[in-house]
């Protein structure tokens, strides 16, 4: 069983930048697809970004558009969401997820078997 939690989110003004932090454990994290996802209380669950598991290749949400990154570092077992540039349409709790078998693409939240509580982050304008 995996384990996720993540870290980082806050209040933060329009243009800023912040950085969200997963730290898995309980499993093999190298062997893991990671992904970021976010949810508002009136908008399901949308994909941010995910990451394969050497960090090599990443996809990312249309809305994203250079301005946010993803990585991850297999020594700490974590893996990080970098936001530039932030807007106040990007507030939102965001979710990581990890997960191995994907049919559909990564960018679907039903192909992700663990998620984590989440990190609420605040854009104000």
């Known amino acids: 069983q995996v384990q996720l939690v993540e870290s980082g989110g806050r209040l933060v003004q329009a243009g800023e930048s912040l950085r969200l932090s997963c730290v898995a454990s309980?499993?093999?994290?190298?062997?893991?697809?990671m992904g970021w996802f976010r949810q508002t209380p009136i908008n399901e669950r949308e994909f941010v970004a995910a990451i394969d598991w050497s960090g090599r290749n990443q996809i990312y949400g249309d809305f994203v558009r250079g301005r946010f990154t993803i990585s991850r570092d297999n020594t700490r077992n974590s893996v990080y969401l970098q936001m530039n540039e932030v807007r106040p349409e990007d507030t939102a709790i965001y979710y990581c997820?990890?997960?191995?078998?994907?049919?559909?693409?990564?960018?679907?939240?039903?192909?992700?078997?663990?998620w984590g509580q989440g990190t609420q982050v605040s854009v104000s304008s």
């Open positions: 997820a990890a997960g191995t078998i994907f049919d559909k693409g990564l960018e679907h939240a039903e192909e992700y078997d663990y």
């Open positions: 309980g499993g093999t994290f190298n062997n893991l697809i």
